[in-house]
């Protein structure tokens, strides 16, 4: 749908030269090779975008014994991101939010479709995006396959695909008493880059601070660990509104269920393990942003998730488990339940 | 995605009553029976929502010998419709735009996400959003399969996903010299809907204006006739730009062909018919926001398209046919071109 309530223009030709939004499209979004860059890896074999950007609809076809995964995301200037972000940061981000999504799936990225309302086509604003858009694309073999370019307050929709064999993609309801719950990565570097964005954390080395605005900025979703998990995972979700809010939905998902976390064993980045221990805790618990995986596992398969881990090259700590409780306690390395009286945190919702 | 910027809230427990957001979503989005009303026709049989809202991904299976066919439109406040606009109209026509895209594919709806940043979670607005949306989704077995909620000025983008048989899908680059070309149901009347919605036409009688702002705000998509043409049309797209914006597309799409247009047999309807023939032709050659489709078919095909129209209940005319020239031409119905110094029209860019 590309019309407007404020039409009927003076003509200049009946088929006129196409500029403005159809050029915009072509110049900053279309690529040779249906949208992958040489560069890129080279999606499975028998899967193929059958056809892309240009038609009323792109078609794509799973391979046998697949089925897809799709996930849409929707980010707003002013709450997703700062308004003053780079617009290569946020054309990577809002691709790497959504693969998080497949990630945390056990998906295989194939393809996505990007709708964007732009306030104006500002070339240096869509240059920028672009090239962060499809870095990220092409570092998952994500091909761009159609989308939507209209004039409104800065928004940007993004759809995912991916494929996952078919029973093998892994929910987050899963979760059963006794399991391991683990995270990847480090969590609550996004927090804390967003307090150095805002001059709350100045006390940060150049380094330190680089490194979390990295995380805010630029999240590295988790696709490699995620398909790596197919079949030892028994639940899983990625962490976008803070560990205790995300882990809440598995653990309401998987029948009102309840958790152990040790919080002494939350992995934290060298930026962050030195603050005091409340803003931590606060980063680590609910800082949000983290788009690291959350999942659980059965006791007997430590050693698989780590062989799975290592496959994936990416680190995995073990945080905690699941009980038949009804609610998340946090206990210290010793075991003993910690006071929670000086944290405030939990998860985040926009019209609470 | 649904972190923002602004966080760090005061708790009020640890895993609380999770409100808002996710009781926005499960009030009014989330259906029994996976998203569809009992009412709703079955979707054929061995297709399989696997996996509807409430995970990190839905997980769809489109059926062995059928591609999955995806579009993706995004709606802005006062771009794409008038900010006034009726909630249930908007919820109907923020699908029906989609699924316009999937008949000119020739594709069977199957499922879509719905993303949506709103000003406010008015509940009366909100509750007629989703009788609309619901409404026109059940009227084509369409289910919610996931989707994202946020604050931030009204936007409104939709992913569809139908699906088609494999090399069926019906693309705007089959058009031929000598193709007939046919347009379906009548053209214009959503033009004059906005006209009459502006106070702008005030010489229609209550049938005519009711006619028109219907046209406008409830479009019908053309997905059974889109069907039953498969193996029939040779190209094909949806008119949401104007006729010759978009018949400028596939005659570019197929090589740079062009079109001779008899205006005299351009469908118009009651309502439109009796205006003034520059209004009419205005209206009906660029007037947007038709959502009819628009398709040629070789001139042997005449009797199985009009075969093909009957059985999907939908009117079709032919207005033409495709030439080897660059331009389309606009002939009265004697053949004799038409004067276009008094038509001021084209069609639609967002940035131009």
Redesign the interface.
């Known amino acids: 749908?590309?019309?407007?309530?404020?039409?009927?223009?003076?003509?200049?030709?009946?088929?006129?030269v196409?500029?403005?939004?159809?050029?915009?499209i072509r110049r900053y979004f279309v690529r040779p090779e249906g949208g992958r860059s040489a560069a890129a890896p080279t999606p499975p074999p028998e899967t193929a975008v059958?056809?892309g950007i240009?038609?009323?609809?792109?078609?794509?076809?799973?391979r046998?014994g697949f089925?897809?995964?799709?996930?849409?995301?929707?980010?707003?200037?002013?709450?997703?991101?700062?308004v003053d972000t780079g617009a290569d940061a946020l054309g990577w981000k809002s691709l790497a939010?959504?693969l998080s999504?497949?990630a945390?799936?056990g998906?295989q990225p194939l393809?996505f479709?990007?709708?964007?309302?732009l306030p104006e086509?500002n070339p240096d604003w869509l240059e920028g995006f672009s090239r962060g858009l499809f870095e990220c694309a092409d570092r998952h073999g994500c091909t761009l396959?159609?989308?939507?370019?209209?004039?409104?307050?800065l928004?940007i929709?993004i759809?995912v695909?991916?494929e996952?064999p078919?029973q093998g993609?892994i929910?987050?309801?899963g979760a059963r008493p006794g399991d391991d719950i683990w995270v990847s990565g480090n969590l609550g570097d996004a927090?804390l880059g967003?307090r150095a964005l805002r001059a709350a954390a100045d006390d940060l080395t150049p380094q330190q601070r680089a490194h979390a605005v990295a995380a805010l900025e630029r999240p590295q979703p988790r696709v490699a660990l995620g398909i790596a998990l197919r079949g030892i995972a028994t639940a899983?979700?990625?962490l976008?509104?803070?560990l205790?809010g995300d882990l809440?939905h598995m653990?309401?998902?998987s029948g009102q269920l309840g958790a152990v976390i040790d919080v002494d064993a939350l992995p934290l980045s060298f930026a962050l393990r030195d603050r005091n221990r409340v803003l931590c805790l606060?980063a680590a618990l609910?800082g949000?942003?983290d788009y690291e995986l959350c999942f659980t596992a059965n006791a007997a398969a430590r050693s698989a998730v780590q062989f799975a881990a290592a496959q994936a090259g990416t680190a995995v700590s073990r945080i905690g488990f699941i009980d038949a409780g009804v609610?998340?306690r946090?206990v210290d390395g010793r075991g003993m339940p910690l006071a929670?009286d000086h944290?405030?945190?939990?998860?985040?919702?926009?019209?609470?």
Chains 1, 2 share one sequence.
């Open positions: 749908m590309r019309r407007t309530c404020c039409r009927v223009r003076r003509a200049q030709a009946l088929i006129g196409v500029v403005g939004e159809f050029e915009l059958r056809l240009g038609d009323d609809c792109a078609l794509l076809a799973p046998a089925e897809l995964a799709i996930s849409t995301d929707m980010l707003v200037a002013g709450r997703h991101f700062l939010v959504n999504d497949l945390a799936m998906a393809a479709t990007l709708a964007l309302a086509a396959i159609g989308g939507d370019t209209t004039r409104g307050p928004n929709c759809t695909l991916g996952v078919v993609g929910r987050r309801d927090a967003l899983m979700l990625d976008s509104d803070g205790l809440g653990l309401a998902a606060e609910a949000g942003d609610a998340i946090l929670l944290l405030s945190f939990r998860g985040y919702d926009h019209f609470a």
